[in-house]
């Protein structure tokens, strides 16, 4: 803000120099520099007012918008919450199950494996390479670039997907 107040500082300062430059080479309008300057000042003042009124409203509306995402930024995080207290009561009955329903519910749920969230594109590279595919191999049979394959199995690499 004091940047736009500078440069229209600025701008007006070299306007009114220019006018008084222009208004001491006329003669023929009659108008003292006195007039001049008082014309230009009030000009000056106006734009300032128009300016501030600018800033005014985008500050407002700056405002209004960061109360939208602070408001959805909490409820967000509040599902969020819920669904964490969702999850932990499923695992809680999972491990309140009988044996041969656990070994069910840890196919289902492998809790050894870290949470996977991958684009469409990248999904199959995970299972392909646990086969033993190269990633140049799996880059040919997905139909996208070893560069993007070898980025994703990395990525697994580093978040414990793969050992």
Not at 112 to 140: C, F, N, T, W
């Amino acid at each position: 803000m004091t940047t736009v107040w500078l440069a229209g500082l600025t701008v007006g300062l070299l306007l009114l120099a220019l006018w008084m430059i222009q208004v001491g080479r006329r003669t023929v309008e009659g108008n003292t520099a006195e007039e001049a300057l008082a014309t230009v000042m009030q000009e000056f003042d106006q734009e300032n007012k128009e300016l501030l009124r600018s800033i005014t409203q985008l500050k407002r509306a700056h405002d209004i918008e960061m109360t939208g995402m602070k408001a959805e930024l909490a409820s967000v995080l509040e599902k969020i919450h819920m669904l964490q207290g969702q999850q932990e009561e499923l695992i809680q009955k999972l491990a309140n199950q009988p044996a041969h329903v656990t070994g069910q519910a840890d196919r289902l749920m492998p809790s050894a494996q870290p949470m996977l969230y991958l684009k469409e594109d990248y999904r199959e590279v995970p299972a392909l390479y646990e086969e033993g595919m190269s990633p140049h191999e799996i880059a040919r049979k997905l139909g996208i670039g070893d560069g993007e394959v070898a980025m994703v199995i990395q990525m697994l690499k580093k978040q414990g997907f793969f050992s």
